[in-house]
């Protein structure tokens, strides 16, 4: 069993940033090998991918994310995050990270971008 833990959303502008963080806990969780990605929700519509790496570091973005985003990982920390930087109206949703390896969800967090 493991857990998925995000924080760091909230309210802000448009022009903004705001960093994501997803702590990963469970007995054995072998969170070095793991692949992890963020996701968002906006209301009424599906989910989407917005970036994901690799255990060994390796970063992908979609469209979406690149430029803006970077996601990152401490191993250390069993935690996984995304800066979120130039934050538009259009990126409000609900962000959730998901690991591969355990075919697991967080809750997500709430991210709002006002205009």
């Known amino acids: 069993q493991v857990q998925l833990v995000e924080s760091g959303g909230g309210l802000v502008q448009a022009g903004g940033s705001l960093r994501l963080s997803c702590a990963v806990s469970?007995?054995?969780?072998?969170?070095?090998?793991?692949?992890m990605d963020w996701y968002r929700q906006a209301p009424g519509k599906q989910r989407e991918l917005v970036a994901g790496?690799?255990?060994?570091?390796?970063?992908n973005y979609v469209d979406i994310a690149k430029g803006r985003f970077t996601i990152s990982r401490d191993n250390a920390k069993n935690t996984v995050y995304l800066q979120m930087n130039s934050l538009k109206p259009e990126d409000t949703g609900v962000y959730l990270c998901?690991?591969?390896?355990?075919?697991?969800w967080g809750q997500g967090t709430q991210v709002t971008v006002s205009s």
């Open positions: 790496i690799s255990s060994g570091g390796t970063a």
């Open positions: 469970g007995r054995r969780v072998m969170f070095s090998i793991d692949a």
């Open positions: 998901y690991s591969r390896l355990y075919d697991s």
